[in-house]
């Protein structure tokens, strides 16, 4: 690590999902961050002075705002299924778009650094598809909203043990990587860990305005760090 580099502090929403989950170890070992922030609707047991925990309201801006004060980083990985909304898309949207906009206006008035936001590949506001139409919804408002710099991550199917049952995406996992050679590039199955390391990466680039990282880009990343290049 550059001595002269200032150590920040970054807030996790989505800490215990697939990719968040993965990614809360690469942050606490990572000696450029000095604070890790989890803003989180249920209070995870983590014990670790460089560990912040804020159990909040996520639909409720005021909560979100307070748990982002001193983050210069903000990773962003929160989602959920049409199982979970019980096929409700109006709640599914609330969910994805709803609390994606208010962290991403707290981040706008708080003047956050760098948004590392996950979507999808893909994803397209002029979609057909409910889920492709829904991310570049949330895509665009995070981009048109004029942040300092923006991160968009569009893996494709992400290969992973989750903590709850998903059948049909199990099954996608088992066939998907013996195929995957048949796959667009940008459509390629890629691990929730690589997602994970790649973010840390993006976390350390200096750029404004809109980024996209598609799967050959994120590979990419996660293969440099853990080659220690």
């Known amino acids: 690590m550059n001595p002269n580099i200032e150590k920040i502090e970054a807030t996790v929403f989505g800490a215990t999902g697939l990719i968040g989950s993965r990614l809360i170890p690469y942050l606490r070992k990572d000696l450029e961050f000095k604070k890790i922030h989890l803003a989180t609707r249920s209070l995870i047991n983590i014990r670790d002075e460089k560990i912040k925990v804020h159990e909040i309201n996520l639909f409720k801006k005021t909560e979100i705002l307070n748990s982002l004060k001193k983050s210069k980083v903000v990773f962003l990985t929160i989602g959920t ?26 981040c706008k008035e708080l003047g956050v650094d760098k948004l590392i936001l996950v979507s999808s590949s893909g994803a397209d506001f002029k979609s057909k598809s409910f889920y492709l139409k829904l991310k570049g919804e949330v895509e ?3 981009t048109d909203i004029n942040l300092k710099s923006v991160s968009i991550l569009r893996p494709s199917l992400l290969l992973g043990k989750r903590n709850e049952k998903r059948f049909g995406e199990k099954l996608a996992q088992m066939i998907m990587p013996k195929i995957s050679f ?48």
């Open 81 to 106: 299924t049409m199982s979970k909304v019980k096929g409700d898309q109006e709640k599914y949207k609330r969910i994805d778009f709803g609390i994606t906009k208010d962290i991403a206006d707290s």
């Open 140 to 142: 665009k408002y995070v």
């Open 182 to 229: 048949l796959v667009p590039s940008k459509y390629k199955p890629i691990s929730a860990e690589k997602v994970a390391i790649a973010m840390v990466q993006i976390s350390k680039m200096n750029f404004k305005g809109v980024k996209i990282f598609h799967y050959k880009e994120i590979n990419g990343l996660s293969d440099k760090l853990q080659s220690g290049d």
